[in-house]
């Protein structure tokens, strides 16, 4: 059985010693469904969060020192010894040599919750290579084959909601035919599918590939150019929109990631938190917000949200689309300069 497989064929039965341990906290919570231009977001009401230790989000401004000398500072969580409850298993990307651990999240809202970290240190604020979709896509094929369904997710750069410095891929197990999200990219009708397209119905810049549909059944050799592909397509895009942006802060894009079976999607972002117009507090949003799953601690929080709408909150720590239209005009613009 592949390495991926053997991991996800003991989730459940090492969750329950993870949990049982007492490494691994399980925070209980209620699901509300809240229907806003045609998208059912989920939003999870989490009040036990409110006693999660809050770690701050890694330094990764201009001035920051580089994030492996941060990392030598603080105790990075993810690098070993592993705690031997939370760890799950290793994967080696056989093209490139590279390695990574799996990992339970040790802060757990969704049972099943895991990660693929690198094994070395690497950045959150690096892009993801082509072994590390390779990987994440072989997950996300394994659970299939096992009869579950998983989406992954990747929080890149300092507004992305990510709070950890090394690099980490989550997954998050599902009781349905994907994140929200999803479904819309789903009932998007493309003329060219090998093409990057955006959602036009939602208030923000997204830059979405459909994957090819015969992509689960390939090998992790042919899976590498399609996957590196579809990333490299959006996230140029997602740079682009990034660079129309006159405002935009310095240093690296911040960009969330989702990966299914079926899409990548990439959405930059301009912030971390929302300033809640209900209760003047912070929400932070991270690619979950962006699969349409968005967490709160308070049943004041989920009325301010539910009040404020899921749409403006996610275009308020996101950036305009349009970006196709733009483009093209700056294109325009170009042209005649020449
Ligand atoms: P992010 O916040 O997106 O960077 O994801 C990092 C995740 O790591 C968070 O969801 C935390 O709950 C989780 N986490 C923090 N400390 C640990 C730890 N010691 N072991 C495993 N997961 C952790």
């Known amino acids: 059985m592949a390495a991926q497989a053997e991991i996800v064929a003991k989730l459940s ?14 925070f209980p919570s209620s699901l509300h469904t809240h229907s806003e231009n045609g998208v059912e ?10 006693d999660k230790p809050r770690l701050p989000t890694p330094d990764f401004g201009p001035d920051a020192p580089p994030p492996e000398e941060q990392e030598k500072k603080r105790p990075d969580p993810f690098a070993p010894p592993y705690n031997a409850n ?13 390695e990574y651990v799996i990992l339970f999240n040790k802060f757990s809202v969704v049972p099943h919750h895991f990660m693929l970290v690198t094994k ?27 009869g579950r369904k998983f989406f992954a997710f990747y929080n890149c750069g300092d507004l992305s909601g990510a709070s950890q410095p090394h690099k980490h891929v989550q997954f998050l197990p599902l009781d349905d035919d994907g994140p929200p999200v999803e479904r819309l990219a789903r009932s998007t009708k493309l003329d060219h599918d090998s093409r990057p397209f955006s959602i036009t119905t939602l208030p923000y810049a997204n830059h979405v590939r459909r994957l090819p549909s015969s992509l689960a059944f390939s090998s992790p050799d042919e899976l590498e150019p399609v996957l590196a592909d579809a990333f490299l397509s959006t996230l140029d895009l997602a740079i682009q929109t990034v660079r129309h942006d006159a405002s935009y802060p310095a240093g690296a894009p911040s960009f969330n990631v989702l990966l299914t079976l079926e899409h990548l999607h990439v959405v930059p972002r301009r912030h971390e938190t929302h300033v809640l117009a ?42 305009e689309g349009g970006l196709e239209a733009t483009t093209d005009a700056h294109r325009v613009a170009d042209d005649q300069l020449q």
């Open 13 to 26: 039965d090492n969750f329950e010693k993870a949990r049982s341990s007492g490494d691994l906290l399980f």
């Open 41 to 50: 977001f989920q939003i999870r009401l989490c009040p036990a969060l409110q």
């Open 86 to 98: 939370l760890f799950l298993g290793e994967v080696r990307d056989e093209a490139e040599g590279n």
């Open 120 to 146: 070395e240190f690497r950045s959150q604020t690096s892009p993801l290579l082509p072994a590390d979709l390779v990987q994440t896509y072989l997950f996300l094929v394994a659970a299939k084959k096992a």
């Open 278 to 319: 209900g209760t003047g507090e912070k929400l932070s949003v991270n690619a979950l917000g962006f699969a349409g799953m968005l967490l709160v601690k308070s049943e004041r929080e989920l009325a301010a949200v539910k009040e404020e709408g899921v749409g403006n909150i996610l275009r308020g720590v996101a950036l």
